[in-house]
């Protein structure tokens, strides 16, 4: 099967919504070495910003990517239409990551 194509539209240009799927989602939940990442957080914390945290949230992206490709394959689905990521602490040093959006087929 072809990669399944995932946007933040309602739609792909060029190409027709043929049958709605359903609701789709994927998901990751980063979680932090407090002792680790306060050591790596002194050394790359530059303007406000943290190289470490922001590389766990980029691979929990990735993750919540591969999972939501892999629900819309099991479906049949060629695309995915109206994703949006959700960011939600859960405890302290824990992030969960969400992507969902509506697998569809087109032609």
């Known amino acids: 099967m072809a990669e399944v194509v995932i946007t933040t539209t309602d739609g792909l240009d060029g190409t027709e919504i043929t ?3 359903g609701v789709v989602s ?3 939940i980063i979680g932090a070495n407090v002792v680790s990442d306060v050591f790596a957080g002194v050394r ?3 303007g406000g910003r ?3 945290y922001e590389k766990k949230v980029a691979k929990g992206r990735k993750e ?3 999972d ?3 629900e819309a394959e099991d479906l049949g689905a060629d695309a995915v239409v109206g994703a949006a990521f959700d960011y ?3 405890s302290e040093g824990m992030l969960w990551v969400n992507l969902s959006g509506t697998a569809v087929k087109t032609r």
């Open 26 to 28: 994927g998901e990751a």
């Open 88 to 90: 939600e602490e859960m």
């Open 64 to 66: 919540a990517l591969r």
């Open 50 to 52: 943290s190289r470490s």
């Open 68 to 70: 939501i490709e892999a």
């Open 44 to 46: 790359d914390v530059v």
């Open 19 to 21: 049958e709605y799927l």
